[in-house]
């Protein structure tokens, strides 16, 4: 298992626990957060403090064979938060159970503290002397799980904002609007691609987008604290602790100012922002027109305002703030309401003269239910100062609501594959030919991999697995764990059909894989002098869709097997009284059962995974066959500014590109959509048990 894939698992399960031990404990949302953010920070923190303490330690100058101490720049060098003996996790989970938990959890958070002055005062502190002692070393254990101590990477970042994630559900902090989804923060921040100097938040909630403008610093080897300045504004001092927080454990700083954006500007960064990222409040309608009528924030004038002075929506003063930050070089992507980019009236008039200034440079439209707090849809808006002359006049529309996964019942994203597919297209736009070309060979190469993983996999513990022999090996060993019985049975018995179906489905199935393993292996061999140009590589895929379809049909063989084994052993229960001869060795059965559904689950899933980068590849060389961009219907189009003009100024890109044709899904899965079914009237039955809670605690609280 690679160190980022599959740790959807163990998030969940870390979460799973936490807020089962909130549940048990009687604390509201709001009082349990900060403390639990606060832990996975430590908790965070001691993973980078590892993760590079023996590198320093064998890079310190020894004299007279000693060898200096540690210190806190050894670490701020590496990324990494220098952490006395007193604040390292492993020092606090150890604690026995007469200690004072909280009192150790405070002098920890001090001690960072004080080696860190931008932590002064941001670190939860008192808030500990809340939770019970018997709680906080449960949750000082649940974060402290054995696999998480072995993995390396960016494990606890992702769970820091899978935590922040889940509490934004649970709108346990400021009505959970201080959580930008990360898929959307990715987006941003790799279409706009932070290389050097200044990047703004003006609307920074928890960090997110410093976070993903470091990592898109990182893939290019470089040193994000180096090369990058964050600045932020925000409202809620808590908030700010959050951003803080969120900074520190990925190795990050940044000024982070406490104010109304609205009415304030204290980093006084008017027209000297390389970056700008946000995603603001939207249609706020508080905003004192009075106030800012002069602000130097905006160059287009005041939109429309009421008559109790207010400006009606608040969305194109932060739109014009966004663009005045700018310097001549900068380029800015925030997050909007879909209302805004086709508002009539003043804000018409507003986002007619942003769009004269030929800085507008994509547009991308946003399914709903992508946030936590609300369902409604977004556009994500792309401002370059700098537009190649050939662009001054166009704008690129692109349409992503059917672009989607499912992550819960009520909240969708983007699959790392998707949004790679959709920067594909900007790529095209910009002329990047080379990334897009790149991808299509990595999807090919990674369609490949997967496919020996099919036959040979190692996880994190450096432990092989094979998952279609280990299929076929527990499948044979079920098949023998009946044979016993079956030898009892006369060959007329209604079994017959059963087992004939079986035996003759698993020769076959042999031989198919057999076939599948000797085409993944020459298709392994012809990569190494496979030509990357694009027509070269439009033959790749089109020659790898057959390995393709092989994997596809072996999902369904596979769960076929599995289906008539079951089928052959509930026949023998049923009709052939198994269960009172002593032929059958019912316990051994039911263990080869379930290790035969182990198998098939991992077989399946690896075997899927063949197929799905290949139609990543195909999904690109099929809408870009010259790997050009070029207008695709319901997806994208470069719209010129005359077209724009005669549709009012709209900038809503489902008005320009049209509308999709309808696929047939040849992929649909019944069982799997029986599973998605399953899965909703599980949120639908935790809901209900959580609101049957709330509403017996008011009852409580009311004496009733």
Not at 195 to 204: E, F, K, S, Y
Not at 481 to 487: G, R
Not at 544 to 570: F, G, H, W
Request: aromatic share 10%; glycine share 6%; proline share 4%.
């Amino acid at each position: 298992m690679a160190q980022l894939e599959h740790i959807e698992a163990i998030e969940n399960r870390l979460w799973s626990a936490a807020d089962t031990l909130r549940a048990n404990s009687n604390y509201a949302s709001n009082e349990y957060f900060l403390p639990v953010m606060g832990l996975v920070f430590l908790r965070h923190a001691y993973s980078r403090f590892l993760g590079v303490k023996d590198a320093i330690e064998a890079g310190l100058p020894t004299r007279g064979g000693k060898t200096r101490p540690l210190t806190k720049e050894d670490f701020s060098q590496k990324g990494a938060i220098f952490l006395q003996p007193k604040a390292q996790f492993d020092t606090l989970v150890a604690l026995p159970d007469n200690a004072d938990r909280a009192k150790a959890i405070i002098d920890a958070m001090e001690s960072i503290e004080a080696d860190y002055e931008n932590l002064r005062g941001v670190l939860p502190k008192s808030e500990y002397q809340e939770l019970d002692n018997d709680v906080l070393g449960q949750l000082l254990r649940t974060l402290n799980p054995e696999e998480l101590k072995r993995v390396s990477g960016d494990v606890f970042g992702r769970i820091y904002e899978y935590f922040l994630t889940q509490f934004a559900d649970q709108k346990a902090h400021d009505g959970g609007e201080f959580f930008t989804p990360v898929s959307l923060v990715s987006l941003i921040a790799n279409v706009i691609e932070p290389t050097n100097d200044t990047v703004l938040d003006p609307a920074c909630g928890s960090g997110g987008m410093f976070v993903q403008s470091a990592r898109v610093v990182e893939r290019r080897h470089e040193n994000p604290t180096e090369k990058l300045t964050f600045y932020g504004l925000e409202k809620n001092a808590t908030t700010i602790r959050l951003a803080k927080m969120n900074l520190a454990v990925h190795g990050l700083e940044g000024d982070i100012q406490k104010a109304i954006t609205y009415y304030e500007d204290p980093h006084e960064l008017l027209r000297k922002a390389n970056f700008v990222m946000a995603n603001p409040p939207f249609n706020v309608d508080e905003i004192d027109a009075d106030k800012i009528k002069g602000d130097p924030r905006l160059p287009f004038g005041l939109p429309g305002v009421n008559k109790k002075g207010k400006v009606s929506n608040g969305n194109y003063v932060w739109i014009s703030y966004f663009y005045s930050y700018l310097s001549e070089q900068g380029r800015a992507g925030f997050v909007m309401s879909s209302q805004a980019s086709s508002a009539g009236r003043d804000e018409a008039k507003v986002r007619q003269k942003l769009v004269e200034t030929g800085d507008v440079d994509v547009m991308v439209a946003i399914r709903s239910n992508f946030f936590y707090t609300r369902t409604v849809p977004c556009e994500l808006w792309f401002l370059n100062r700098a537009k190649p002359a050939a662009h001054r006049d166009k704008v690129l529309m692109i349409d992503a609501r059917n672009v989607y996964r499912k992550v819960t019942r009520k909240i969708f994203d983007f699959s790392p594959e998707q949004e790679m597919n959709l920067l594909a297209i900007v790529w095209l736009y910009r002329g990047e030919t080379e990334r897009y070309l790149d991808l299509v060979a990595g999807y090919c190469q990674r369609m490949l991999a997967e496919g020996v993983a099919c036959f040979t996999v190692q996880d994190n513990e450096g432990e092989t697995s094979e998952p279609l022999p280990d299929f076929t090996a527990a499948l044979t060993t079920l098949r023998g764990s009946i044979e016993p019985f079956l030898k009892t049975l006369a060959k007329d018995e209604p079994h017959a059909e059963a087992i004939k179906e079986l035996d003759d489905a698993l020769p076959l199935f042999k031989a198919d894989v057999d076939s599948f393993r000797k085409t993944v292996t020459e298709e392994q061999a012809a990569w190494g002098t496979q030509k990357t140009t694009n027509g070269e590589l439009k033959k790749a895929v089109d020659r790898l869709a057959t390995l393709a379809e092989t994997s596809r049909d072996l999902v369904k063989q596979t769960d076929l097997l599995y289906k008539l084994s079951c089928r052959l052993i509930e026949t023998c229960e049923n009709e052939c009284d198994a269960r009172d001869s002593n032929a059958w060795a019912n316990r051994e059965i039911t263990r080869a059962r379930k290790a035969a559904d182990e198998a098939r689950t991992l077989a399946v899933e690896q075997l899927k995974q063949v197929r799905y980068f290949w139609k990543q590849a195909h999904w690109l060389t099929e809408r870009f066959p010259e790997a050009e961009l070029r207008d695709v219907e319901g997806l994208v189009k470069l719209v010129d500014r005359a077209e724009i003009e005669a549709n009012d100024w709209s900038l809503t890109p489902g008005r320009y590109v049209g509308v999709a044709p309808e696929e047939e899904d040849e992929d649909f899965d019944f069982e799997e959509a029986l599973r998605d079914i399953h899965v909703e009237l599980e949120d639908l039955n935790a809901e209900a048990v959580q609101l049957a809670a709330a509403i017996k605690k008011n009852f409580e609280e009311l004496g009733v």
